[in-house]
């Protein structure tokens, strides 16, 4: 079973509630795809790591049989390629190697090269499979590394728990299309409210089954459950706005494995998606 976390923006409880459902899950793998700032790790300090580094394949150029038509810099729709003086220059750094230049150059002037852009460290923390990928400072995108982490086996593992990068980009998107569940984190206020909408719209879209988990719950108006409420979105769960949890979080402590008031609710919340998916295929297969 792989359930994926998402937020529409970074700061919202995304990787709180990924690594706590994680340790609480048995036979669990926790996996971070947030490949420009993975920080899943600080919490579950892994031991005997294994690193993997990954690599793009990107444009480099035969100046000598180049011969100016420029067909590859009209292809290149992220404009890393130009003509300039009377040669072709490659912007590497904003090259997302989708390897068309390379196929448009009638010279065949146009090859290709490796380029590291981060890598994967895979290790392990009480019994927990955990898997991080690291983007280098800079680069465009870290959609290859989401792909080498997620193209992997998890069979290994009943429940897999990926902490998705913020946002709705083409990273996000790949990081959810093949997972069986999607859990959306909302803050609550009006921005949360925002940023909740855009990952609703997104999961919609891939037609995933998918519930709220509503964080710095308090007592009093919250506009985040007032849109789920609106929408008929399911609520899976409240983290409430609690300064005690707030400090063990601050300093990097799996809070279900420090307190049993906490392990209680991330427990229930992941008995209540285990629950949603069993019943998503129960349908199905009727």
């Known amino acids: 079973m792989k359930i994926a976390v998402l937020s ?3 700061g919202t409880g995304k990787t709180l509630l990924s690594v706590n459902l994680a340790s609480v899950a048995d036979n669990a793998e926790y996996i971070d795809c947030d490949v420009e700032e993975p920080n899943g790790y600080l919490f579950f300090k892994p031991e005997n790591i294994e690193i993997e580094k990954v690599n793009v394949k990107i444009p480099e150029v035969n100046q000598e049989l180049c011969n ?4 590859c810099v009209d292809f290149c729709k992220y404009n ?21 230049c390379t196929l448009f150059c009638p010279q065949n002037a146009l090859t290709e090269k490796e380029k590291n852009i981060g890598e994967i460290q895979r290790g392990i923390s009480n019994g927990i499979n955990i898997t991080t990928g690291i983007m280098n400072t800079g680069e465009a995108s870290g959609t290859s590394i ?5 193209k992997e086996d998890f069979n290994k593992k009943d429940i897999t728990i990926i902490d998705s990068p913020p946002g709705s980009a083409c990273i996000v998107m790949e990081t959810i299309k093949d997972v069986d569940y999607c859990i959306l984190v909302a803050e609550p206020t009006l ?3 925002h940023n909740l909408n855009m990952v609703h719209e997104l999961v919609n879209l891939f037609g995933k ?11 009093g108006k919250n506009p985040a459950e ?3 409420l609106d929408n008929n979105i399911k609520i899976l769960g409240r983290i409430p706005f609690d300064s005690e949890l707030g400090k063990i979080n601050s300093e990097g402590i799996i809070a279900a494995r420090e307190n049993e008031k906490y392990k209680k609710i991330f427990s229930n919340i992941l008995q ?5 998916v069993e019943q998503g295929e129960a349908i199905i297969n009727s």
């Open 191 to 193: 921005f949360g409210v």
């Open 226 to 228: 007032d849109f789920c």
């Open 209 to 219: 089954s998918y519930g709220v988990v509503l964080n710095k719950d308090f007592d």
């Open 80 to 100: 890393a390629l130009a003509y300039i003086n009377e040669k072709l220059v490659i912007f590497d750094d904003i090259c997302h190697s989708c390897s068309g």
């Open 8 to 10: 529409g923006k970074g």
């Open 272 to 276: 209540r998606v285990i629950k949603e």
């Open 146 to 150: 989401i792909k080498n982490i997620l």
């Open 68 to 71: 100016g038509c420029r067909k």
